[in-house]
């Protein structure tokens, strides 16, 4: 009778009063994840970090420069649509894009639906080729005559397909990050030897110098304090090519900070975006928390152009590069130049900001669907902990190799900053500021 009671007064709810309460629910379940339910220490991605020993080259590790057929995965994202725009600029290759689809029909119609949001131009369909797989599937969800043709003619591979989410945990992110990195060492490995260029990230960088600098190399660290699923799932990735390239499998590693949109239009998926929901949740409350965290990001043309150029030279091979800007903006900047566009948002201390007004959001806000990340306790302790260790980044390799291309990290300025808040405001993503209204 009790549970007909309660069936009997929620069905007489308001629509605005379900709305709130579903709204108090989640809050609830964002705090008990923020207290650490989970445990905290558990270790047991370390165990994946072991390559099989089957795992063993085809051959001596040859690096291409100009390679004739190239395996991208990743290509249907943001980063992934740009290195398969400079691959099809930078090399004459044939490049087959790895698609999760129906049919090829379909698999080409996603390539170009995600390119088109980039770019003018069309793909075309002579040198780029949808593959029929899934990352999170074994050997990548190829079919059997499918790998067997790849494992013939591909010269090289770029490995940047991975599933980014920032409260998965390890166990569900390991399909798609760490077993399709063995599928490509499978693939690299089978009938003749193929370079692989993987595409990790910053925060799956552990090893410091004595001074407490990330190093610019494999990683050796064998327990490393690493505190979400995506960063473990990257570490995994990395340790398992560290082990492959000391049998001598050919590996580069490129390890991008955060991505930001592109530096001449400002386009930018802003609605995945993790910074972006900080920044936009933020503005929704009127209120953002102060903070000198660095930000180290860099737009993705540049990411993309220094990826492929880097991989395409022959100075480059069995390197780490941690592709951290040294010219990168900090938050308290980034809300300067957001209130220079007129978009009113005080800023408080942060312990104020998130007992007075984060603890009050609803739904409606975008930090909400993240919220364990920011209310305090061991998960924000361990998120914070992320951004911070990025503010002290060795990046010797890159460095050297970009002057040799003549190369350099673009600013993250104010006029860059403004040509994204004016794309962020002409695609919808942000509504006029308050003060132009006025």
């Known amino acids: 009778m009790e549970s007909w009671d309660t069936a009997r007064r929620l069905a007489q709810l308001s629509t605005t009063d379900k709305k709130r309460l579903l709204a108090q629910l989640l ?47 990743g290509a249907t994202g943001f980063l992934g649509a740009h290195l398969l725009d400079d691959l099809c600029r930078c ?69 940047n397909g991975a599933h980014l989410h920032h409260l998965a945990p390890y166990t569900q992110l390991k399909g798609a990050n760490v ?30 110098d004595p001074d407490g600098w990330l190093l610019e190399q494999f990683p050796r660290c064998d327990q490393p304090e690493l505190a979400s699923g995506y960063a473990q799932s990257k570490w995994v990735s990395e340790k398992l090519l560290a082990q492959a390239s000391r049998r001598g499998i050919g590996v580069t590693i490129f390890r991008p900070g955060l991505i930001s949109g592109r530096s001449d239009s400002g386009i930018w998926p802003a609605e995945n975006d993790h910074v972006l929901r900080v920044l936009k949740g933020c503005l929704q409350m009127g209120y953002a928390p102060d903070s000198d965290i660095l930000f180290d990001m860099a737009p993705v043309d540049f990411i993309s152009a220094a990826i492929v150029r880097i991989a395409l030279n022959e100075a480059s091979g069995g390197y780490v590069f941690n592709l951290s800007n040294p010219r990168a903006a900090r938050w308290s900047n980034l809300l300067h130049w957001v209130q220079d566009c007129g978009y009113p948002v005080q800023v408080l201390p942060e312990v104020a900001w998130r007992e007075q007004h984060l603890k009050r959001i609803d739904s409606n806000n975008a930090l909400f669907p993240v919220l364990p990340l920011y209310l305090g306790g061991h998960t924000t302790d361990q998120h914070a902990a992320l951004l911070t260790k990025l503010s002290k980044v060795r990046r010797d390799h890159t460095t050297r190799m970009l002057e040799r291309l003549q190369m350099d990290f673009p600013a993250i300025d104010q006029p860059l900053w403004r040509r994204y808040m004016r794309f962020f405001h002409d695609c919808g993503f942000l509504n006029t500021p308050a003060l132009a209204t006025a």
Do not use: M
């Open 91 to 159: 090399t004459d290759a044939t490049i087959h894009c790895l698609v999760r689809a129906r049919n090829l029909d379909d698999a080409w119609q996603r390539l170009q639906a995600n390119f088109s949001r980039y770019f003018a131009h069309t793909l075309n369909a002579r040198r780029v080729l949808p593959v029929l797989g899934d990352l999170a599937q074994p050997r990548l969800g190829l079919a059997a005559d499918t790998f067997a043709r790849l494992a013939l003619d591909t010269d090289v591979i770029f490995h």
């Open 179 to 208: 077993s399709s990195t063995v599928a490509i060492l499978e693939l690299a490995t089978t009938a003749r030897p193929k370079w692989i260029h993987y595409v990790s990230t910053l925060v799956a960088a552990v090893d410091r």
């Open 27 to 73: 809050r609830d379940k964002a705090r008990a994840q923020a207290a650490g339910q989970r445990e905290p220490g558990s270790r047991a991605y370390v165990e994946d970090a072991v390559l099989e020993e089957r795992i063993q080259p085809a051959g001596p590790a040859s690096h291409v420069a100009a390679p004739k057929s190239v395996f991208l995965t």
